[in-house]
C-alpha cells in the first residue's frame, strides 16, 4: 500500500506537468506575441543572454573593467569557453544595451550561439543523469525513473536560466552532486561533493547557504574543509587574470560594492550590497524617513531565520533541503530563475515521501504552484502572480517552520 501510495505521488507530479507543458505549447503556438511568462520569469526573453555577457567579458581576462559581478573561477571558465569560439566578441560601452549586446553577438559569427547551444544541453543531460542516479533508490520501474527525470527537469526556473545562459544552472548541478554524496562512505567521492559545493559557491555565491547541510549534519570539519577549499578557488584565480591579483581583487570588490565601477547595470546604477544597506539605513531612520518598502524584505529575513533555526530540530533530509532552498530564494536580491533550485527539495521529496498524506499533498501542491511551466501573460506579471508567488513561499515556510518534531 505504502509503495502504492508512493507511485500515486509521483504520477500525480506526472501529469500536472504534463497538462501544464501541453498549456504551454498551446499558447506558444496560438497566442505568443513575443510576451510570455512563466510564473516566476519570461520565456523568450533575450536567449543566450547572460551566456554572451559572460564570454565577452571574460575574453580578455580582465573583466572587472567592466560590469561583471562574478568571482574570478567563473572569469577563468567563461575564458576556457571562449576559446572555442572563431571570431570574438569585443566588449560594448553600456553592457545593459541588450540591442548592441545582441549586435556584437551576430557579428562574431554562429560559433558563439552553437558555443551556448552546446553548453546548456552539456549540463541539461548531466542533470538528466543525476537525476535519474537518484532516483535508483526508490524501487521503481526504468521507464519511470525515465519519466521523472525528464518531467523534473520541467522546472520555469530551470527552464527560464536555460534560456537565458545563466550560469545558475551549472551551480544547481554542482549542488545536486553535492546534496547527492555529501554524506558518503567514500571518502573520494565525499571529497568530490564537499568539492563541488566549493566551486558552486564560486560560480553563485549563494550557493554557499546549502553548506547548512553540512551543519545540520554535525560534519563540522567538512564545513572547515568546504571554507578552506572555497577560500582557495577564490583567491588564487585572481592570478592568472590579466594585471596580477591587487588590480583584479580591488576590481572585483569595486563591482560587488559598487565604489567607482565604470558600467554598473545592477540595479539602477547601484550594486546590490549598496542597496541592501540603504535599506539597512531606511529600516533604521538613518537619514531619512522610514520606508514602508523595506517591511516585506523585514519579514522575509525573519522568516528565513526561523527557517534556519527549524533546520536543526528536521528529520528528513528533503524538509533540510526545502529549507535551505527557501532561505537562498527569501533573500530579496536574487531572480526568477533562482527559483531553479526548487528542483532540489522536490526531487528527494519524490524519492523519501512513502506515503500520500494531506500534508504531502499540501507540499505537492506547492511545489507545482511555484514551479510548474504553465504561462501567463505579461499584463499580470508583476501584479497578482508577484503577490500569490510570495503567499506561497510563506505558505511553504510556515508549513516547515511549524512542523511537529
Sequence with gaps: MIAQNNKNLQKAYVIAIVLCLLELFIYLLLFDTGGTYFYIGQVNADPGIDFYQSIMFSEGLDPYRYAFPYPPL??????????FCISPMHPIPNPSNIDQLLEEVYSSGFAVKNLFYLSSMLVIVLLFYFIYICLNAKKISEARK????????????????????????????????????YNDDNKIVKNIALLSLAIAFNIKSYAAIFGLLLLYNKQYKDCVKVAIISIVLFIVPFYFLRNGFTYNFGGFLKQLFGFGAQTPFYIGGRSIPILVLEKIKRLFNVGGQLSIKIIPQVFALTVSIALFVKGFTLKQNWKRILAVTL????????????????????????????????????????F??????????????????????????????????????
Design 146 to 181: 525515465v519519466i521523472l527525470s525528464i518531467f523534473l527537469l520541467a522546472n520555469s526556473g530551470l527552464l527560464c536560466g536555460i534560456v537565458r545562459g545563466n550560469l545558475i544552472v551549472l551551480s544547481l548541478l554542482l549542488l545536486l552532486i553535492f546534496i547527492m554524496f
Design 327 to 366: 532561505i537562498m530564494i527569501l533573500l530579496p536580491v536574487n531572480f526568477g530563475y533562482i527559483f531553479s533550485f526548487m528542483l532540489l527539495p522536490i526531487l528527494f521529496f519524490l524519492i523519501e515521501e512513502e506515503s500520500l498524506t494531506l500534508s504531502n499533498v499540501l507540499y505537492l501542491m506547492a
Design 368 to 405: 507545482l504552484f511555484l514551479t510548474a511551466p504553465f504561462v501567463f501573460t505579461k499584463m499580470n506579471f508583476t501584479s497578482t502572480r508577484l503577490i500569490l508567488c510570495n503567499v506561497m513561499l510563506l505558505f511553504l515556510s510556515g508549513m516547515v517552520i511549524f512542523e511537529k518534531p
Design 74 to 83: 567563473t572569469v577563468l571558465l567563461c575564458n576556457f569557453l571562449s576559446l
